[in-house]
Structure formats: C-alpha cells, structure tokens
C-alpha cells in the first residue's frame, strides 16, 4: 500500500501528459517520481501557510563579512574599517585578501575531454581561464594594499601579526603597483616618483626589520599533534616557507643596507599612499588608475628618524657598535628638535631608543679613542657615586645651578643617599636649595636648622655654592638669591650665630648682591625699620624670644662650644630651670647614679647634656659627634670623680671599636688592643668602674678579629657568654688545620649544638587542657638572637668558617639526605652522626637553616669572594629546592676563581658535583639546551642527558644560539639527525657550522 505522502495526483497536469505523449510508456518512471516531488512542494507550501511560528522570527546573529563581500562591493572597505570594532579586523581581512589571491595564482586544472569550466554561472574556456584568475587576483590585491594603507603602513604590526611570506607578497604587490618591477631594480632615488620611492624604503626596511628580530631567540612553534587532517601539513608548510624567505631576505641584506644608505643621502619629502590613493577594478576594463596625489606628505626628517633607526638597529645586531651610535644620535636628535604632527608611519619606539643610546655610548667611546663625546651631568654624577667620590658629586650638583639638566626628583633622591645631618648630606641639600631659590620656588623649612647645625661650615659651603650658581643666573634669578641671603643672614642673627653670620657676611656673595644699606640694616644699625625674615609679633631683644632661641640651639646643636654657650646664657638668663628637662629623650642610664653623686650646678648640667647628646648621636650612627662629645664630657669630668671619666673612657672605646675598620697604623691597633685588654681585665676582676656587656661584646669581637687567640685561651672562665664563645673559637681557630684539634672543637660543637635545641615542656590549664610549651636549652651561652648579633661583629675569616663549618655539617645530620648534603670547609672537626647530637628530634631543622642563612649572608658581606661561603650557600639554595639562586651562586663561584671565566676553573672548585646539581638546576628551569652544554664538562660526557635534554619541546633558552658551544661531536650529529627529521633546515645548518 502505497504511503499517503506519496500518492500521486487524481488529475494528471498538463507537463505529465506532454512526456508521456513525447517520450513514451519507457518514462513512466520518471513521470511517477516527478509526480511526488511535485505533490510533497504542494503539501510544504500549505503546512508553511499555516505555520503558527512562522511570525515568531529568532533573532540571530549578524553573519561577519568575508572577502568576497568586499570584492563584490569594494567601496565598503573604507566604510567597515573605520569601524571601531570592525569583525573581521584589518589584520583578518588582509590575511584573506592575500591568501585567496595566492590561492588563485595557481593554474586550474582542466578536464581534458571538457575543456570549458563554469566559475561563478559563467562559462569559460581554457584561454579565458587566464584572464578571469588574473582579474579577481588583482581586485584583492588592491584591496590588500588598500588595508595595508589604513593601518598606516605598520611594519611592526605586520611583522608581529603576519607571517612572513604574507608580508613579502603585500609588499611586492606595493612595489608592483608603484611601477618597479623588482627589488633589486637598479634605479636611483631621484628618477623615482613619491609612491615608487616611498614602495621601494618599506621593502627594504622591512627586510632589515625581518632580518633583526630573527636574530633574537624565540620560543619553538608549539603544534598541537592531535589536528584535523591537513592543518598539520599547513602548519609544517607556513613554517618551512616562512624558514626558506628568511634564508632568501638574509643573503640580500647587503643590499637592502646599501641602498637604504643611499636614501639616507638623497631622501626628500614624500607623499605617502592612503587607502584613497589606490583605485578599483571593474568587469569592463582591466586598467587600473591609481591617484597618488591623495597621498600624506610626510616630512623629510620623519622619513630620515624612521629608516635611520631600522639601520642603526641592524648595525647594533651585527655588533658595528659605532656605524648604529651615530644613527641613533641623529633620531635623537630629531625626535627631540622636530614636533611630529600626524605622522602617517609607525612611530619609533623612543625607550628602545633612549636604550640603545645609553648601551653605546660607552663601547662607542671605548672603540674610538678621538671621539669627543662628553657624558650629560646625571651619567657623570652616577659615575663619581659609584666610585665613591663625593666631592665630585658635589661639584657636578654645583655646577647644574641654575640649569635644568637634573629634575628636581632626582636631586632628592641624591640627597638622601647621604646619612641623615651629615656634612656631605647638608652640601647636596645646600646645592638643591640654591636651585630651588633660582627657579622660585618654595625652600625647605629644615635647611635653616641644617644651616645652624653646621655653624661655620655651613656658611662657608653655602657662600660657595651661591658664588658660583651667581654666574648663570638671570636679573630676575639674582634678586631670588638675594632675598634668600637677606633672610639667611637675618635668621642667622636673630639665632645668636655669630661667626656663622660674620663669615656670611663678609664673603664675596654678600658684596656682589647686598648693597650697603642691607648690609647696616642686617647688622642692626638701622633698628627702626624691621629684618625682611622677622616676624611682627616680637623683637630680637625680647628676653622670652632669646631664652626660646637659645633652648633651640640647644636641642639641635651637637656642636660642644655652641652647646657650653647656650647653657651658660640660658643659666644667667633663667638659673632655677633644670635644662635636661627640655628633652624627654635625654637619658644616660647607668651613669646617671654616678653623675648625681658627684656633681651639681652647672657643670651638672655640662655632662648631663654632652652624656644625653652623644647617647643619641651613636643611636643615630653619628660616630664621630658622639665621640666629640664624649671627649667634651670627660674634659668637664677631670680630676673630680675617676670612676665617672674612667665610665666615659669605656663608652669611647666602644666607638673607637665600631670604627675599627678605618684603622690601618699598627700603633693605633696596639694602642686599641692595649685599652680592650684593660677592660676585658676590669669587668673579669669586678671592678667598680665596669663597662656595660655591649662593650665587652665589641671587646670579644675586636680580639678574634685581631687573631688575639693566646690572650683569649688564657682568659679565665667567665659569667659572659661572648667571653666564653671567643674563648673556646680561639682554642680552635689557634690550632688549624692541625687535626689534633678536633678534641677542642667538641665544646664549639656542644655550644652551637645547645642554640638549637627546644625542651617541650607539657603544662595544664585551669581548665584541664593539656598545653606543650617550647623553651630554649638552659645550657647555652648566649639566646640565639644575642649569638647571631655577636657573630654579625666578628670579620675574621678562620672564626667564620668555622662557625660555618659546624653549622652546616649539623644541618646535613638533620636533613638526611645524601644527594643534598651541603659543602663545608674543616670536615674532619666535627662527629659524622646524628649520635653526636645531644637529642636530634628535638632540634628544628628550620631555625638552623635560618641561623646558618644569617651567617652565610654577614660573611659575604665581609668576603665576597670566598669559594667555600660561596660553594655553601649555592648547596643550600639546592637543597631548598631554589635552583635559580642555587644556579646564580654556582656561577659566581666560577667567575671568582677564574676572573670573569678568562681562566680556566680549577677542577678542586668546580667537580662533578657541581656540574651534576649545575644540571640539575638548569633542567628544573627548562633550559634545556644548557643542560646539554654542560653535560660535556663531566669526566665521562653524559649523553643520556644530553640526549634526552635536546629532545624537550619546550626549552626556555637561547635554544641553537648555544650550539656554538657543543664540541661533542656525538651530541652534534645528534642534533644534525634530529633536525633534519623535524625538517628545520636553518638549526640544522647552526648545527653543522
């Protein structure tokens, strides 16, 4: 039974009764489906009429244009660019563009027994085949180069978004349409017209653009295995045309150099092509008129910066350090002086630049001795600081006065360098203030009380510095500089300043920019008429503004001439007030119990402010104020109280020890060596006069320092524990690297071993609940925080590795790990297992790692250059698992001990370990070609490695610019094979090279 679907039609039409009268009974068949097919139409067109969501429209999304919208249309390419998110992107459009007219370059194949072809509903033979191809290849072609000109001819943006032999075919149809025929025309720039010159520049510095980013290293094509059929072999294809363009653009780089040169010589302005420029193709006539003139004219030095910039980057790759810092000179000079307005090419990369210049400034001089170039003033201020010459800073900072070379943020940072109310803080702060005063503007409120703190010195530095700003200074900058001397001189005065305020005066700035009458005015002659700083509220003669003058002196100055002056004013002034309650912070501690006992009146108060002042000045590392005062003191102390000056001569020693480094005189270090050894003797025997412990830490300190060991072995046993510590350091350090010592070190071990152990202690609670509490071991000599700040104080080399020595060896016991056992110098001084530990689980691995971490990083400080520091620290960093560090200090081993690898390094230093964990480091940081470089500094090359090291896919590595260092011939054919497989012909060839 036939379906109700396919029942044919009671009626037979008219067209079923013409076939079966033509045709005959033999197309029944036909006749039948013809009959369904039509009946099946009917029945759709009925159910589409009654279709109750044939209203209900679904809004969908708008379909994105592709090329052939634009080629059928080519007026609505401008219209859909300027879009602001236009989809497709200018970039996707000209990949289209461009990939379908390489598409149609190729040849149609033809059926042999039909050789018409329809293309698009028209019919065509073999002979206008041709010319349809060449017609709708050329409309995208423009329309290419008409994008291209949007985006403004971006060469950078090209060279990112694009592949290569996408740019090369934009560009050569540029130079196609200008009328060149080829790059590498002979032509000269004069006989070329705007848009054949402006074709042939871009070409050819797009070859040297191609060129120097090729250069740089770049991460391997990541092509994930699992695609579609055919997008592999795409892949594999791109990049192995992208592989042989690049071989063809590098063999004409040459010329690609000599006639950018050329231009360089004879460039002019030229009208840049627009995407208005370009003109369309139609179906009727296959010419093509262009019009240039709609073109951006674009200015001859623009032109000059842009391509003297791509050859001077070429010439900075090919190492002619000099050809590329002249060219860079030049862009600087012109992106400096010329205002670019508009320009219609792609800007130059001014930090690149700013670089690139900076980079070759130095290696240009170095090469060319005639050279005349100077350093700018901030490049030679950074010069005297490294080099630690002050006065040259100081001097250069001078000399900029008046000028505008140093911004003002950089003059600060400058200043504070310097510690804080230093000499050579209050020069720099001096020289800011002078350039501040010139421009106009606002002075620092605390360069006055600087000024008055510095007294004489102050002023003489502050006339200097004005004397020679005076030079370069307008009319209008003069009258600054006299306003601010007049209220420097007036609040100098008014502040009891006198020789500060007299050499001020008298010097040559004050004749040069006060007049007479100022100079009377300022002195107080002329009364009447009030000082330009002063204030209306109250007169220098007013005794409540010359006591408040006073007591400011008096808490600012350090000064001890100006501080006895202001005391003995402030005493006839005001006698019942106790000066030391002017400053809360005035406190001398235990000397204090001394002072009362022993003195009152004013010479009290002498000793208790040179005492407070110097207290604070060694707080503030201000070493040498504190010792002047404490001379000061001590002279006001004489022959009144001995146990009082003999305290005071104790506190001088101990600044006399801070600035030990600086003393280089054997008769300075005998004569400190005699005073250390009467204050160890004085606090061992109890005396009444005994130095506090800081001193006597400073004192153990300075002995081991000084290689002191007989006087420390034969000191008798002690309550202090940096006694005891340098004691039992001496009896060890003395006997190295005898091997009988090792009985001695027992008790370094014992001690050092007692700062690491934690007694758990369990307590209950009012509540029932049981707590375990963490204290120290009773037995140590010192807490830990106290051991390490002593340690922080010891210089000496034998002591630190020592201390090194057994703390390492005691992380290596905790760590029980041989594969990450840290390197230590002295190993036969200690036990070889954890045993020799009082009580190893109670000892945090963690806190003797830190300590050992805080020690290693002060003996750097004190040695850089030690091997074996060096050498643990790197272990440690790889035994943490931080093999950067670890890396980093492994090769400064090898720079230490073979002058920055000019030398080869002795195998002692760098053995097999050290290249096996090297290995290690590199392969966990994915440098995978590093790895195989260092796999043939091992006795016996490993190859494994190596191997299995070049096969990674993802190396974070310079990759084949690390070739030139493989010599192992196995590992290069190797990566020959390996190459030629993956068919990367360019690494094979820096293979074989």
């Not at 653009?249 to 690609?256: D, E, I, N, T």
């Not at 001859?300 to 860079?328: H, I, M, P, R």
């Not at 020799?836 to 300590?851: F, Q, R």
Request: charged share 20%.
């Amino acid at each position: 039974m036939t379906p109700s679907l396919f029942k044919p039609s009671p009626s037979p039409s008219k067209f079923h009764i013409l076939i079966h009268n033509n045709i005959g009974d033999g197309c029944e068949v036909f006749s039948g489906l013809f009959l369904r097919l039509k009946y099946i139409l009917s029945r759709f067109i009925e159910m589409e009429q009654f279709n109750p969501f044939k209203n209900n429209v679904i809004a969908t999304a708008p379909v994105p244009k592709s090329w052939f919208d634009f080629l059928l249309n080519p007026n609505s390419l401008e219209e859909h660019l300027k879009q602001p998110e236009a989809e497709p992107s200018p970039v996707q459009l000209l990949l289209q563009f461009i990939n379908k007219a390489i598409s149609l370059d190729k040849p149609i194949q033809v059926n042999q027994k039909h050789p018409d072809a329809v293309i698009d509903g028209e019919t065509l033979n073999v002979e206008s085949q041709d010319q349809y191809g060449g017609k709708k290849t050329k409309a995208l072609k423009l329309l290419a180069l008409k994008t291209a000109a949007f985006l403004k001819w971006n060469l950078k943006l090209f060279l990112n978004e694009l592949p290569l032999f996408i740019c090369d075919h934009l560009l050569s149809n540029l130079l196609t349409e200008t009328g060149l025929q080829s790059s590498r025309e002979a032509v000269s720039w004069a006989d070329l017209d705007d848009a054949a010159a402006f074709a042939l520049s871009l070409y050819h510095r797009w070859v040297l653009q191609a060129v120097v980013k090729d250069s740089f290293p770049q991460r391997p094509l990541r092509i994930n295995t699992a695609q579609m059929p055919g997008l592999f072999e795409t892949a594999n294809s791109n990049m192995a045309n992208n592989e042989a363009l690049m071989s063809a653009l590098q063999s004409q780089v040459k010329l690609s150099e000599s006639i950018l040169q050329k231009e360089l010589d004879t460039i002019r302005a030229l009208r840049v092509p627009t995407l208005a420029s370009f003109g369309s193709i139609n179906e009727l006539d296959d010419r093509v008129v262009h019009h240039w003139e709609n073109g951006v004219i674009v200015r001859n030095q623009e032109l000059t910066a842009e391509v003297s910039y791509d050859l001077g980057c070429y010439f900075f790759c090919k190492q002619d350090y000099k050809q590329a810092f002249t060219l860079f000179k030049e862009v600087t000079k012109i992106v400096s002086n010329v205002v670019v307005e508009g320009n219609e090419m792609d800007s130059i990369n001014k930090k690149a630049l700013e670089g690139y210049v900076i980079a070759l400034k130095t290696i240009a001089i170095e090469n060319d001795e005639s050279s005349e170039y100077k350093a700018d003033i901030r490049e030679q201020i950074e010069n005297a600081r490294k080099t630690n010459n002050h006065e040259e800073v100081v001097k250069l900072l001078s000399e900029s006065c008046g000028t505008t070379e140093l911004p003002a943020s950089y003059r600060n940072k400058i200043e504070q360098l310097y510690p804080r109310r230093s000499m050579m803080q209050f020069r720099v702060f001096t020289c800011n203030t002078v350039q501040r005063v010139i421009c106009g503007k606002l002075v620092n409120s605390a360069y006055s009380s600087q000024l008055m703190l510095h007294g004489k010195e102050g002023a003489v530095c502050l006339a200097t510095i004005m004397l020679e700003a005076l030079v370069k200074c307008r009319h209008d900058q003069k009258v600054h500089l006299a306003d601010f001397l007049k209220y420097t001189l007036g609040l100098l005065h008014a502040s009891l300043q006198d020789a500060a305020f007299q050499l001020l005066k008298n010097s040559d700035i004050s004749k040069r920019l006060l007049t007479e009458d100022d100079l009377k005015r300022l002195v107080g002659k002329n009364d009447e008429e009030p000082l330009p700083f002063a204030a209306t509220t109250t007169q220098a003669e007013n005794l409540a503004f010359d006591i408040g003058n006073l007591e400011r002196m008096l808490l600012v100055s350090v000064d001890p001439a100006v501080i006895r002056d202001c005391i003995l004013k402030l005493v006839q002034v005001r006698p019942v007030r106790s000066l030391a309650s002017l400053n809360c912070k005035w406190e001398i501690g235990a000397l204090q119990q001394c002072l009362d006992a022993m003195f009152s009146g004013v010479r009290k108060d002498f000793i208790l402010i040179f005492l407070a002042k110097s207290r604070l000045a060694y707080l503030g590392k201000n070493y040498v104020k504190a010792k002047k005062l404490l001379a000061a003191a001590e002279l006001e102390a004489g022959n009144v109280s001995f146990m009082l000056v003999q305290l005071i001569k104790w506190e001088l020693l101990l600044i006399d020890l801070i600035l030990f480094d600086g003393m280089k005189s054997s008769n300075q270090m005998r004569e400190l060596s005699k005073k250390v050894k009467t204050c160890m003797t004085a606090y061992l025997q109890g005396q009444e006069a005994m130095p506090r412990v800081e001193i006597i830490e400073y004192c153990a300190a300075f002995l081991l320092n000084s290689k002191d060991w007989d006087y420390l072995r034969s000191l008798p046993n002690s309550k202090s524990g940096h006694i005891k510590i340098a004691s039992i350091m001496a009896n060890v350090c003395k006997d190295l690297p005898n091997t009988n010592s090792r009985n001695l070190a027992r008790d370094v071990w014992s001690a050092v071993a007692a700062l690491f152990t934690v007694n758990f202690q369990q307590k209950r609670t009012s509540g029932g609940m049981v707590t375990t509490m963490h204290r120290e071991s009773t037995q140590v000599y010192l807490p830990r925080p106290k051991f390490l700040d002593f340690i922080c104080k010891i210089r000496e080399e034998v002591v630190l590795s020592v201390l090194i020595s057994c703390i390492a060896k005691m992380y290596n016991i905790l760590k029980d790990h041989s594969l990450k056992e840290v390197f230590l110098d002295y190993i036969y001084l200690w036990p070889s297992a954890a045993p020799a530990l009082v009580n190893p689980t109670s000892m945090d691995i963690h806190i003797v790692e830190g300590v050992l971490t805080t020690v290693l990083a002060h003996s750097m400080l004190v040695h850089p250059s030690h091997t074996s520091w060096l050498r643990t620290q790197a272990d440690l960093f790889y035994s943490n698992g931080q093999y950067a560090s670890a890396l980093n200090f492994y090769l400064e081993i090898g720079i230490v001990c073979s002058n920055f690898f000019l030398e080869p390094v002795p195998k002692s230093i760098y053995t097999d370990q050290v290249y096996r964990r090297m290995i290690k480091c590199v392969s966990y940081l994915k440098c995978h070609t590093q790895e195989a470089v260092l796999c043939q500094f091992l006795e016996e090359v490993d190859y494994q490695t190596a191997f299995k090291a070049l096969q990674e896919k993802n190396s974070y590595d310079a990759v084949e610019t690390y070739y030139d260092f493989i010599w192992d011939t196995a590992i290069l054919e190797f990566l020959t094979n390996f190459h030629v497989k993956r068919s990367e012909p360019d690494k094979k060839n820096h293979a074989v090279s």
